[in-house]
């Protein structure tokens, strides 16, 4: 079929050429783009956590932040994620968090804004530097800061292999008819939102809007409807996948489809007074888009800042908290794995988890004692059976560490996975420890009719305490990443030891006694001491993940 250009007939179009030369510009453009927000994520994540815990005082501070951390990690959805476990975790509330959400959404435009830019035809430079950097330098750092110039120019050769795919659509009557439609704005945000469902990303959205406006495909008008559109389709992708998820995760997906829905349809009226306002601004139609993008996102952050206590107390009408979690189902709260693709966001989750984990194994070793000493069988089962959701966390917390293995680590994290595993099979062991021996111990106190004397009582107690301290210092150590405090720990082991002998020289006094069931009662006691001393030395292992690598040998040396 001939379409007529404007210097008389044009040759046809190639569909096959343009399709493929539009859908693989697209791939190396999402290529582009994934490669370097994974490498900014593995520059910043260490970093990220507590930029963003410190500088959420009040809502101006809590956009701003919100922005600059989702500007280099090119990610709404990891900073959403890490706001939804500061708010599981009671470090900020819903309500500062609605701050960061809005900010986040700003931080976003930051790709429209690098993207705009025509440099094209140095996007192959980009790649070899890039490239470069990363195959020739041996530091994990550089390597990532090199993968990052080799996505931004994947990015840019993605964008030229598209501007010239489309190019001869300027002379298809069909096509220009089309992009004619979707002056109409309705038309043009429901569009964008739908490819950004469609291809999961309103990166692609947006740069493809990009290329059409560079083309000379389509009006202001229209790339603005588009990237509004865009806007939309990411916040209700992200709402969708919130399904499911902690209640906090719900409520965050919520507010953001809410705060860009509404920011969407407060907006068609005036797409024509935006596009007046960014054409007074100047630039190429590719720039005034990226600037109309950033100027409704500011102008709708900053016109919501001041209604953010109703906004949230309206998103807690609309997603209520849950029932507490049944006897025996556990469900994790920390662990997502958006964050996988950042290893040192995702290992923090793991610490939180774990923590939640030793809550429950730390109340299981504070009730069993009296319940092993004068306790009845039936309160006894009931300590047993909190094991199981000890080893549901377990089992969890393992495979999402498991997963976190598969991505790419540095020597760091690597140990500190490394050590996150072993502090969680070593709290299992706890809890089996606890459910098996303890338990055990206390079943058979009960079947024997055995007696345990007040003086007996308060050695064991005693003893008792002082792992209990350990134990607590260890979870200080693990969760703080607190070197001070696993030093504490494996110093208590000449006390533990010296209070383990104390009540070993108490209990052989008690076998000569003329009492009943006296050598019943001495293997007894002799068991219990020997159990909770071997929840000592799980709590010294423990206790080191948080020391250094290289004086780990030191904390248990037994």
Same mark, same amino acid.
């Given at each position: ?21 539009? /859908? #693989?510009?697209?791939? !190396? ?32 501070? #809590? ?12 990610? $709404? ?9 500061? !708010? ?5 509330? +819903? ?21 705009? /830019? ?15 950097? =990363?195959?020739?330098?041996?530091? #994990?750092?550089r ?6 110039? *080799?996505?931004?120019?994947?990015? +840019? ?14 002379? $298809? ?17 429901? &569009? ?6 469609? &291809? ?9 809007? !990009?290329? *059409?406006a560079?083309? #000379?495909?389509?009006?202001?008008? %229209? ?6 559109g865009?806007?939309?389709? =990411?916040?209700? %992708?992200? *709402? ?54 950033? /100027? ?24 209520? @908290?849950h ?38 194994v ?20 009931? !300590? ?15 495979e ?45 106190? =009960?079947e024997?009719g ?7 009582? @308060?050695?064991? %107690?005693?003893?008792?305490?002082q &792992? ?30 010296s ?17 009943? @069931?006296?050598?019943a ?38």
């Amino acid at each position: 079929m001939l379409f007529v250009a404007q210097a008389g007939a044009a040759d046809p179009i190639d569909w096959v050429l343009l399709l493929s030369g539009l /859908f #693989g510009g697209l791939a !190396i453009f999402l290529l582009g783009m994934d490669r370097m927000t994974e490498s900014l994520r593995v520059v910043a994540g260490d970093r990220l956590r507590g930029v963003l815990l410190k500088l959420t005082s009040n809502r101006i501070m #809590g956009i701003l932040t919100g922005a600059g951390i989702t500007a280099v990690i090119q990610s $709404s959805s990891v900073t959403t994620v890490l706001v939804v476990g500061f !708010i599981s975790s009671g470090l900020m509330s +819903f309500q500062q968090s609605l701050g960061v959400i809005l900010g986040a959404n700003i931080g976003t435009t930051i790709t429209a804004q690098i993207i705009a /830019f025509k440099v094209t035809s140095y996007a192959l430079f980009a790649v070899a530097g890039g490239f470069a950097v =990363t195959f020739l330098s041996k530091r #994990g750092d550089r390597q990532a800061l090199g993968a990052v110039v *080799l996505g931004l120019g994947l990015v +840019f050769f993605g964008m030229s292999l598209m501007g010239d795919a489309m190019s001869p659509l300027r002379t $298809s009557d069909t096509f220009v008819d089309l992009m004619a439609r979707l002056e109409n704005p309705f038309l043009g945000v429901a &569009v964008g939102a739908a490819f950004t469902a469609l &291809v999961q990303s309103s990166s692609a959205t947006t740069g493809i809007v !990009i290329v *059409l406006a560079q083309q #000379g495909l389509i009006s202001l008008e %229209t790339g603005i409807a588009l990237v509004l559109g865009a806007n939309v389709g =990411t916040s209700v %992708t992200a *709402l969708l996948a919130s399904i499911g998820k902690p209640r906090e995760a719900l409520r965050a997906g919520v507010a953001h489809a809410l705060f860009n829905v509404g920011g969407a349809i407060i907006w068609l009226p005036f797409i024509g007074l935006l596009a007046d306002a960014v054409q007074d601004i100047g630039g190429a139609t590719a720039r005034q888009v990226a600037n109309a993008h950033t /100027f409704f996102n500011v102008l709708n952050a900053f016109l919501v800042v001041g209604f953010i206590p109703a906004f949230a107390r309206l998103i807690e009408r609309l997603v209520p @908290d849950h029932a507490e979690d049944e006897a025996g189902v556990v469900r994790v709260r920390y662990l997502d794995k958006t964050l996988l693709r950042t290893p040192s966001l995702a290992l923090d989750r793991a610490r939180l988890e774990l923590l939640r984990m030793a809550d429950r194994v730390r109340a299981m070793y504070a009730d069993v004692l009296p319940a092993l000493l004068t306790g009845s069988r039936w309160t006894l089962l009931e !300590i047993g059976e909190r094991d199981e959701e000890v080893d549901s966390l377990h089992s969890q917390i393992i495979e999402f560490l498991g997963q976190i293995s598969q991505t790419r680590l540095s020597e760091g994290e690597t140990q500190e996975l490394i050590g996150l595993m072993e502090a969680t099979n070593d709290l299992e062991a706890i809890g089996d420890l606890i459910e098996t021996n303890l338990v055990g111990l206390g079943l058979r106190r =009960t079947e024997q009719g055995i007696s345990i004397s007040p003086e007996t009582t @308060d050695v064991l %107690t005693e003893f008792h305490g002082q &792992v209990a301290e350990a134990l607590d210092l260890a979870m200080l150590a693990l969760t703080q990443k607190n070197p001070d405090a696993a030093r504490r720990a494996s110093k208590m082991k000449r006390q533990v030891n010296s209070l383990e002998r104390a009540a070993a020289a108490h209990q052989a006094e008690r076998l000569v006694v003329d009492a009943p @069931d006296r050598v019943a009662t001495y293997r007894l006691e002799i068991d219990v001491i020997a159990s909770v001393k071997r929840i000592y030395y799980f709590a010294k292992r423990i206790a080191r993940v948080s020391v250094p690598h290289e004086e780990r040998a030191a904390i248990v040396d037994d």
